[in-house]
Nanobody, 122 residues
């Protein structure tokens, strides 16, 4: 089992940057692929991107490609989401999640953090 805690959210202006962190407990962190999701009020939770267990494979949805980067530090049980060129439509609660392989469907992720709010002001 793994517990996930996100941090780094906040209020930022359009065009700004934020880096979210997701700290995992337990010694099995490197056994999981990790995903970042977001959910805006009134909308379904959607995938932002994911990273493989070793970190050598990443994938992103089209609306964040070129702006967001996922990385991980297995020695410190942490996965990151670097967000640049933020837009008002990026405003949402952001969640990290763990899965046994890279998946796009939130239902395939076993463990979830509590989320961190990102608000982009225009």
């Amino acid at each position: 089992q793994v517990q996930l805690v996100e941090s780094g959210g906040g209020l930022v202006q359009t065009g700004g940057s934020l880096r979210l962190s997701c700290a995992a407990s337990g010694r099995t962190f490197r056994s999981y692929s990790m995903g970042w999701f977001r959910q805006a009020p009134g909308k379904e939770r959607e995938l932002v991107g994911a990273i493989s267990r070793s970190g050598d494979i990443t994938g992103y949805v089209d609306f964040v490609k070129g702006r967001f980067t996922i990385s991980r530090d297995n020695a410190n049980n942490t996965v990151y989401l670097q967000m640049n060129s933020l837009k008002a439509e990026d405003t949402a609660a952001y969640y990290c999640a763990a899965s046994y392989s890279i998946r796009t469907d939130p239902q395939d992720y076993t463990y979830w953090g509590q989320g961190t709010q990102v608000t982009v002001s225009s």
